[in-house]
Structures are given as structure tokens and as C-alpha cells.
């Protein structure tokens, strides 16, 4: 008796392929201050970094600062960041939220934008979503919501993370 | 059509719909949920969800050295470990898999990912060369000892357990239409069905293949973001526990199962056990396969 196969083997040339682009809003800033910090009021605290201090915080982390991706406030219980970080073929926005004593309490990401024409090198492409003002519209159309499969790691985030630390140590926590 | 996150979070009253993402297990883990009840009580149902996620990634990590899974893999050799019922969980369900598939799946490999750089090595006693998971024991439910050192990863099945307690905390708030994603191994419950696209092995940029999922798990394995040339030879991240080769092929496995935890350890079956033993064990689970083939690189 045929028992039909549980495994079906597709050869992916012979499949019609889409591209669609996954972009995903998860939360606006407003919306992810509100989850970390609610009913508080957030004053942005400035973050203007020397060249000394700018190079510290890159040979402590081995990363690159880049000025205007990174923004800060402060609230009555802790410190709200938010941040953009590029990879090979996405760029995340993402905040993180702090006590006052500068430990990491919760880290969302805000947005996910998938990009396999590099894109991601492109400064043009990448100031639609970064330091994006309040409330902008956000330009999406894209169909596919979940996906599986070749999916990318959050190592950016977490280099990001970690570099937001050391900027707080910097700029705030020794000011 | 518009894919939003709902920035309108409550439609009518005591009615929420959420959608949230944080790197978590190495990746992207994405929460969706609905509910009737306010956006304020999902919102915190979901970081009820994440803290579980979070909860098991520090139990269970190979990275972290102060994980549970380290300390097992620095001292139980040396005298029984007492694990929380997760880590015994996840355990017991890694030496069932490696059991039922004749060693096809085997959570004992990670000496040779080391060697290859894929895996940090951390101190403790020299792996021995033919340790095996059968060295593995559970005790009394919560403790585990090793009968020889060796090094114990719980890479293959962790992240499709964490989904799968992630499903759970939002079932038990009440939520309706769930849907967690680690990085591409998920899981949907509730009424609705949710459309899965599946990317191409080795263009992720384009998907291939698009299937409907209604209260079932779907994981997928493939070596194409692990593979890479180390001192002049090619690995990746799966590695055929009866050769000791590294995955090199275009493949993909994709496997859909009732959980996340046997959708994970299925794909790694498929991938290297005998297929006779593959179609057992789908069925056992009443599981299927999917095989994307690109052309080898």
C-alpha cells in the first residue's frame, strides 16, 4: 500500500518567486514611551559628544557613532533612548528604556524594514525612517506579515544597545 | 493593503489588537495578540510573554557562561545539577528527539561547533571524545547529571520551547489570534489562520512559497546565514551528527507541527536522519515537511 510522504521537496527554481519587502511598524516613539515611562513626562536630554568622548565610546564598544540616529530623554524614573541601527539588509528602529542608575529595564523595537537592494547604504533611503519627527506618516504597502525561513540575527541591536550605554556613561552618567 | 502595526490600539471598547517585536534569542521575536480587553492589559500580557522568552534564553543560552546550560555543561559531570522544570523540560524533550531518531537529532554536537567558531567555548572539564547524549541523565525530574563531561546545546529545540511557553502565557490572559515568530520559528493559536511566507533558501529576498497556519508551529532550518570558511574550510551551523559534516547544501527544511518545540527538532530530523526514520517520526508527531531545494552554490 502507497503511503504518501510526509516531506514534499519543491525545487525552488521551478516556483514563481515574489518580492515583496517586509516592513513592520511595531510601535511609534510616542507609543513605546508610553509602555516604558506611563503618564510620565519625557524632557529630551541633549547628547552632544566631543570628539574625545565620540571616540571612546567607539574604541570601549568597537562600534561606529553615528550623531543624529541616537536621541535621549529623561523622566522621572529613568532615561528613554531611541535608536537606528543598519545591517546588511534591514534597518531596525528600536528604544530602550533605563533606570535612573543608567541598567537596561526594557528595549522594544519600534520598526523593521527589510532592504536587499543595499539600500541600506543608501543615506537618502535611510533619513526617510531615521529621525523621523513625531506623527509622519509612514509610507507601507507591503503584504507579506509573517515570514519564516534565512532570517537575520539582532546582533546590530544588541552592538547598538551596548553602545547606548556607553554613551549614557559618557554624556549623562559622568556629566 | 497597508501592514500596520494597529497605532490604533483599541477599535471599541474592551477590544485590543497588538503587534511587538524585541531581539531576543539572537533574533527578532514578534508578539501579535488580540483580545477584549483594553490595549493596557494585552500590552502587558505580551511583556508577560517576552519575560518568559527572556526567562528561558538565560536558563538555556550556550552564549551566556552564567546560563543554567553552562553550568550543567561545567559541572554535571562532576555531581547532579538541579535545573529549573524548564531546563528539565527542554532536556528530557532533546533526549527523546535524539532517542526516536537514532541520533539524527543530537544535542551533544556543540565541541565541534566550537572548533569552528559557532559556538563560544567556555571553561570546564574537556568534553570526552565519545560522550554522547546517551551520557545525558535526568534525575528525578530536577536534576541532571552527565556521566562523562561533555558539552550539552539546546540550540536545536530552546527557541521553538520559548515560543511555545510565549503561546502559552497569552493564552492563559485570555488572548485570542496569537501569533509568536522567533525568527522565523512560530507558532499561531486562535481562530483565525495566519499566511506564513517562506523565503528562498539562498535569495531570502524573495519568497517562495506562501501557506496558511490554523493552531499549528511552523520552524525552518537552513545553513544559509550560518555558513562561512574557517581556516580555509567551509561550515555552518548544522552539522550531521553521523558524519560530523557541516550542512553545506542550498536546502531548506520547514516543518509544520501542533508545537513549536517538535517543529524545531523535526527540521534538523528531516535534514539528517535516514528517510525512513524522517517519515516515522513525522508521522509519530503528525508533522509535515516542506524541502526548498535552491541549486547548490
Same mark, same amino acid.
Given at each position: 500500500m502507497f503511503t504518501p510522504s510526509r516531506i514534499v521537496f519543491l525545487p525552488v527554481a521551478a516556483l514563481a518567486a515574489a518580492q515583496p519587502v517586509q516592513a513592520m511598524v511595531y510601535l511609534s516613539l510616542e507609543q513605546a514611551q508610553e509602555l516604558m515611562f506611563p503618564r510620565q513626562t519625557l524632557t529630551p536630554a541633549p547628547l552632544a559628544l566631543s570628539a574625545a568622548e565620540i571616540a571612546a565610546v567607539e574604541r570601549e564598544t568597537g562600534t561606529r557613532y553615528f550623531a543624529g540616529a541616537l536621541r535621549a530623554w529623561k523622566g522621572a524614573d529613568g532615561y528613554f533612548f531611541a535608536d537606528a541601527v543598519i545591517g546588511k539588509h534591514d534597518l531596525i528602529r528600536y528604544a530602550v528604556g533605563l533606570t535612573?542608575?543608567?541598567?537596561?529595564r526594557q528595549v522594544e523595537i519600534l520598526e523593521y524594514r527589510e532592504a536587499y537592494?543595499?539600500?541600506?547604504?543608501n543615506a537618502a533611503w535611510r533619513s526617510q525612517f531615521i529621525g523621523?519627527?513625531?506623527g509622519d506618516p509612514v509610507q507601507l504597502g507591503h503584504d507579506i506579515r509573517n515570514v519564516s525561513g534565512a532570517t537575520l540575527s539582532c546582533q546590530h541591536v544588541t552592538d547598538g544597545i551596548r553602545r547606548l550605554l556607553a554613551v549614557y556613561a559618557i554624556a549623562i552618567a559622568a556629566r | 493593503m497597508p501592514l500596520q502595526s !494597529?497605532?490604533?490600539?483599541?477599535?471599541?471598547?474592551g477590544h485590543a489588537s497588538v503587534r511587538r517585536a524585541r531581539p531576543l534569542l539572537g533574533t527578532r521575536v514578534e508578539i501579535g495578540a488580540a483580545a477584549s480587553v483594553s490595549a493596557a492589559e494585552l500590552h502587558r500580557a505580551v511583556d508577560a510573554a517576552f519575560a518568559t522568552i527572556d526567562r528561558i534564553e538565560r536558563l538555556m543560552?550556550?552564549?551566556? !557562561?552564567?546560563s543554567e546550560l553552562s553550568r550543567l555543561n561545567r559541572e554535571a559531570a562532576a555531581r547532579p545539577q538541579r535545573v529549573h522544570r524548564d531546563t528539565g523540560a527542554v532536556v528530557r524533550a532533546a533526549l527523546e528527539f535524539a532517542s526516536l531518531s537514532g541520533g539524527a537529532f543530537?544535542?551533544?554536537?556543540a565541541p565541534w561547533l566550537e572548533d569552528w567558531g559557532l559556538l563560544p567555548r567556555h571553561g570546564g !572539564?574537556?568534553? *570526552?571524545?565519545?560522550?554522547?547524549?546517551?551520557d545525558v541523565e535526568i534525575l528525578d525530574e530536577s536534576h541532571v547529571r552527565f556521566r562523562r563531561p561533555l558539552r550539552l546545546d539546546l540550540g536545536g529545540i530552546a527557541k521553538g520551547y520559548a515560543v511555545d511557553q510565549a503561546v502559552q502565557v497569552l493564552k492563559q490572559s485570555g488572548a485570542r489570534s496569537i501569533l509568536v515568530n522567533a525568527g522565523g520559528d512560530l507558532r499561531v493559536a486562535g481562530e483565525q489562520g495566519e499566511t506564513i511566507a517562506v523565503r528562498?533558501?539562498?535569495?531570502?529576498?524573495?519568497?517562495?512559497r506562501t501557506l496558511v497556519l490554523h493552531e499549528a508551529a511552523l520552524a525552518t532550518s537552513s545553513a544559509c546565514y550560518s555558513r562561512r570558511r574557517v581556516a580555509g574550510v567551509e561550515v555552518s551551523a548544522?552539522?550531521? !551528527?553521523?558524519?560530523? *559534516?557541516?550542512?553545506?547544501?542550498?536546502a531548506s527544511v520547514s516543518v509544520r507541527a501542533a508545537d513549536c518545540t517538535t517543529a524545531d527538532a523535526l527540521t534538523k530530523i528531516v535534514l539528517f536522519a535516514e528517510p525512513r526514520t524522517a517519515e516515522r517520526a513525522l508521522t509519530a508527531f503528525r508533522a509535515q515537511a516542506l524541502v526548498l531545494q535552491a541549486d547548490s552554490a
Open positions: 535612573l542608575e543608567g541598567k537596561v537592494g543595499g539600500e541600506v547604504r523621523r519627527a513625531h | !494597529p497605532r490604533v490600539e483599541r477599535r471599541d471598547a543560552s550556550y552564549h551566556d !557562561p552564567e543530537d544535542p551533544c554536537v !572539564p574537556r568534553p *570526552a571524545h565519545d560522550a554522547s547524549w546517551r528562498s533558501p539562498q535569495e531570502p529576498a524573495f519568497i517562495v548544522l552539522l550531521d !551528527p553521523a558524519s560530523r *559534516a557541516p550542512y553545506l547544501g542550498g
